[in-house]
């Protein structure tokens, strides 16, 4: 046999290998005799989602509808990995709160031995997670979160300054809630003041070379990553990330005792610190899991407000009436009171999801009281969030952006976990509250003197960018922005 002849054989046999490995694995849901989307080849259910074509969301959605009510879920595969997407809200509880315990794992690649930032809450999983978390709660108690509104509604003066004093300006929404949500991150997790740009470099460019086969091997083989000592990130962002805080730490550590006024005081003054490395780790948690969604936040909802002008009335007189009855000081009390303000926050949150679906992987097996349904050990599970709050059955005409959806008599008449933008239970956002605080106070500093409506360059409609996981406009926003001093 000559050589030719033999590289042609290997090469078939190599071929029909893969192909018989590809046709097992989406082979998956059929062999357990599971209602499941038919895969196509290689793609399973999400092609052109890959190529950037399509937004995931867009592929969960069509999936959602097709099966709701016809199953507590559905199998689908993402490429080759089968995944359970849920579709009923009893299920949803059962995973997020009543059986949490089978649903401890999410599934994410970490690894804190040789990359230590890593070893934060979102990423981490298992006994070390739990511990963390343990420890973790202690930091974000709504008493912390109230000590923390001075040093926030300080910070937010920069945006006063960002805004300036022009009458009326045609400004990049995204740059101008990133300036915001950037000092925020800054002074609160890591300790800096003053001069960001070096921090926003390094949180513009922390994943470095990104390669989609290299992440997904991670989430596919985590042991095989391990042992390779895979990265996520770029070396020297996380070196950077790193220095600062223990730099911070340390600064921090010489000072008298200091009013408690940032995460990083917070955690190293906690009966059971964490060390320094892992302060370090939620530090970064915070660029990680609060960065974009902060900012897709805001902007989507000045975006609404901008194409809807008497809510955004409404709104800021809301915001000039509390802020009057408080002497002009932004107060707990006050932000408690901002009723309306805290609605259209909520309506952006459900219409523009910033985490499009919530992951769990089952670390038991879990049967459905009363049905023949068993998610299996091991199984990877998807809550389609976003297309829940989409579901026309759940609320009325879905795509049109009406805060009067949370007002407290039209929430009474909905299903839990039917809005779930933070999640729920166990691994729910930790920072919920803190969140609420931080946009609400972002709001209230760029609604009190100004106005926005669409200019020529506003895209509308809005388009997500499918090149992202999480739900974010494809271009940036760009408002007229009017200075209303009354
Ligand atoms: C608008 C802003 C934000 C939104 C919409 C958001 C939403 C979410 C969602 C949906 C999850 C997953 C919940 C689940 O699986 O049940 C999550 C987890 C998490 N978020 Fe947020 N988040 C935001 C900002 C932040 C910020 C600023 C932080 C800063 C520390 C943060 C820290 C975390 C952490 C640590 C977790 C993982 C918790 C765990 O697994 O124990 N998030 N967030």
């Given at each position: 046999m000559d050589l030719l002849h033999r590289a042609l054989l290997t090469a078939v046999g190599a071929l029909s290998l893969v192909y018989a490995l590809v046709k097992i694995s989406l082979g998956y849901w059929k062999r357990r005799g599971i209602l499941h989307e038919k895969p196509k080849f290689f793609w399973g259910n999400i092609k052109g989602v890959v190529g950037g074509k399509r937004h995931l969301q867009d592929a969960l959605q069509v999936i959602y509808a097709k099966y709701k009510g016809r199953a507590p879920f559905v199998g689908f595969f993402a490429c080759l990995k089968p995944f359970v997407l849920v579709l009923d809200l009893e299920l949803v509880r059962h995973i997020l709160v009543t059986h949490a315990g089978n649903f401890t794992t999410r599934g994410l690649y970490s690894n804190d031995g040789s990359e230590p930032l890593s070893g934060n809450l979102l990423q981490l999983d298992g006994h070390k997670w739990r511990a963390l978390h343990a420890q973790s709660t202690g930091v974000f108690t709504p008493a912390n979160i109230n000590k923390l509104l001075p040093r926030l509604v300080l910070i937010s003066r920069g945006v006063q300054r960002s805004l300036g004093k022009e009458r009326l300006q045609t400004l990049n929404i995204n740059e101008l809630v990133d300036s915001y949500n950037l000092d925020v991150v800054a002074s609160m997790a890591f300790g800096l003041s003053a001069d960001h740009t070096e921090f926003r470099r390094w949180t513009q460019s922390y994943w470095g070379k990104f390669s989609l086969w290299r992440a997904y091997l991670a989430l596919e083989f985590p042991l095989l990553a391990q042992l390779l000592n895979?990265?996520?990130?770029?070396v020297s962002a996380m070196a950077y990330f790193q220095k600062v805080v223990l730099g911070q730490l340390q600064e921090q550590r010489k000072r008298d005792r200091q009013p408690l006024q940032t995460f990083l005081q917070l955690y190293s003054n906690m009966d059971q610190p964490l060390d320094d490395v892992q302060i370090a780790a939620q530090a970064f948690g915070f660029v990680l899991a609060g960065l974009v969604p902060l900012n897709a936040t805001l902007s989507f909802c000045l975006y609404e407000l901008a194409r809807q002008p008497e809510l955004q009335d409404r709104v800021r007189a809301e915001i000039r009436k509390t802020l009057e009855q408080h002497s002009g000081q932004l107060t707990t009390e006050g932000l408690k009171e901002l009723l309306y303000t805290k609605q259209v926050l909520n309506e952006t949150l459900r219409l523009h999801t910033p985490y499009p679906f919530l992951l769990r992987r089952a670390t038991k097996e879990f049967e459905l009281p009363g049905s023949v349904f068993v998610i299996a050990r091991g199984n990877n599970v998807l809550i389609p969030t976003a297309a829940i709050h989409r579901d026309p059955a759940i609320y009325e005409e879905p795509l049109r952006f009406d805060p009067d959806r949370f007002e407290a008599e039209a929430k009474r008449t909905r299903p839990a976990m039917s809005f779930l933008p933070f999640g729920d239970g166990l691994r729910g956002c930790i920072a919920a509250q803190f969140v609420e605080q931080e946009l609400l106070v972002g709001l209230v500093t760029l609604l009190q003197y100004h106005r926005y409506t669409p200019c020529s360059k506003t895209a509308i409609p809005l388009e997500y960018d499918n090149g992202r996981l999480l739900l974010m406009p494809k271009t940036d926003i760009h408002l007229n922005v009017e200075r209303v001093d009354n």
């Open positions: 895979h990265k996520s990130y770029a």
